[in-house]
């Protein structure tokens, strides 16, 4: 049973880690520091936005309307690290 502790935790972890990326690739097209027309760029940040707008679509379902800004990343992040700090406060039933 601590296998799929570990293996949930591993994919909070790369959850997390992909949405981290998508923040920062996000920041840095707004700031022109990253260009689209770049194949390379193009294709992570296609792929990125492939892997989680599915879930940022459903939080911003219920998210009241702010304009530019996107709180669904940040729903998203604290949701994912909530589950892991349930998972990990609950580890002893797994043993």
Do not use: C, K
Not at 5 to 14: A, F, W
Not at 26 to 41: A, G
Not at 62 to 86: E, H, K, M, Q
């Amino acid at each position: 049973m601590t296998s799929i502790l570990q293996i949930l935790l591993l994919i909070l972890d790369v959850v997390w880690f992909v949405m981290i990326v998508h923040i920062v690739m996000s920041w840095l097209i707004n700031f022109q520091v990253l260009n689209l027309r770049q194949p390379l760029v193009y294709q992570i940040w296609d792929g990125v936005n492939r892997l989680l707008e599915p879930l940022y679509s459903r939080i911003r379902s219920f998210l009241p309307a702010t304009g530019s800004l996107d709180l669904a990343p940040l729903i998203a992040l604290i949701g994912v690290y909530a589950a892991r700090i349930i998972l990990v406060n609950n580890a002893q039933y797994f043993y």
